[in-house]
């Protein structure tokens, strides 16, 4: 699978836009982009994922580069719910495909 | 997405000692993954739960160490055995779900004395 780069932290304030950018110059025709995110002292949670298209669901949008070298994750209002370790997962697809997570980056929403 | 339930949530134990770890689904699911996630490091698959057959290792894990069981469809265990201090982390269960996802479970913290 192809290696993710993420910044370490960010800062939002509440209320405003969280664009989280992931760069995957190595990515393959055949692996998909996948977000998840952790808040403290739980399970990862699923966010989005897409191959080539953009994508959003009720929780977030996900913008792929034309060249998809590059993605970011958008949470259109932050709240400090949304207080996290988010991550940027390229995988193949198939289920039997692993996820291999990197460090993330670390969002911290403000008032 | 599929509900995924652990048990125990949290456990302090002497090293030495094994523990054993239960994840149960609500539905049933093909795959089931066993992750790790040391303090303050990001999750690490250990290996893939296969019904009816031996799970699959990561490298670095071993069955010696991790054994794992799947006897079903919606049941797996994860056993850490004799344990050391090393071992202190949260244990992950995870699931395929539709669209190609995965869906964890809350987790089990283990602390080793």
């Known amino acids: 699978d192809a290696k993710t780069t993420q910044p370490t932290s960010m800062d939002c304030a509440e209320g405003r836009a969280a664009n989280l950018p992931c760069n995957h110059s190595?990515?393959?025709?055949?692996?998909?982009v996948y977000w998840y995110r952790q808040i403290h002292s739980q399970g990862p949670q699923y966010i989005i994922h897409?191959?080539?298209n953009n994508e959003t669901n009720e929780m977030a949008s996900l913008i792929i580069t034309e060249d998809r070298k590059s993605s970011t994750l958008i949470l259109p209002h932050a709240t400090l719910r949304d207080t996290a370790v988010y991550y940027c997962?390229?995988?193949?697809?198939?289920?039997?495909?692993?996820?291999?997570f990197g460090t993330g980056t670390r969002l911290q929403v403000t008032l | 997405s599929a509900v995924i339930s652990q048990k125990p949530s949290r456990d302090i134990c002497q090293r030495g000692t094994s523990l054993t770890i239960q994840c149960q689904v609500d539905?049933?699911?093909?795959?089931m993954f066993w992750y790790r996630q040391q303090p303050g490091q990001s999750l690490t698959l250990i290996a893939t739960?296969?019904?009816?057959?031996?799970?699959?290792?990561e490298s670095g894990f071993v069955i010696d160490k991790f054994p794992i069981s799947r006897p079903n469809l919606t049941f797996s265990t994860l056993t850490v055995s004799n344990m050391s201090p090393e071992d202190s982390s949260i244990y992950l269960c995870?699931?395929?779900?539709?669209?190609?996802?995965?869906?964890f479970g809350p987790g089990t913290r283990l602390l080793v004395l």
């Open positions: 190595t990515i393959s025709g055949n692996e998909y």
């Open positions: 995870s699931v395929s779900g539709g669209q190609e996802t995965q869906y």
């Open positions: 897409g191959l080539k």
């Open positions: 739960a296969n019904q009816g057959s031996e799970a699959t290792y």
């Open positions: 539905s049933q699911v093909t795959m």
């Open positions: 997962i390229v995988r193949a697809t198939g289920t039997a495909s692993k996820l291999t």
